[in-house]
């Protein structure tokens, strides 16, 4: 649910930022590049705090124990 409420927040504000800018007649290479921008700051900033930064539980590793096993197994074509 987080990476699509950031996904829709990130499609959103760059959909109205574009339509903003070709009714402003305002559109070229770099205002676009600062629309993407513009996209990533809004979205990050409504979901910073629910984004778990240096919270997580487990690694990967402890869901996959036998990750390198396999991936070693993979490699070889056993």
């Given amino acids: 649910m987080l990476a699509a409420g950031v996904s829709l927040t990130y499609f959103v504000t760059i959909a109205l930022a574009l339509w903003f800018a070709v009714r402003a007649d305002f559109l070229n290479g770099f205002s676009v590049f600062l629309i993407l921008a513009l996209g990533w700051i809004v979205a990050g900033a409504v979901f910073a705090g629910r984004l778990p930064f240096g919270k997580t539980q487990k ?16 490699a070889r074509g056993c």
């Fill in 59 to 74: 690694t990967f590793l402890d869901f996959e124990p036998k990750y390198w096993n396999e991936h070693w197994k993979y």
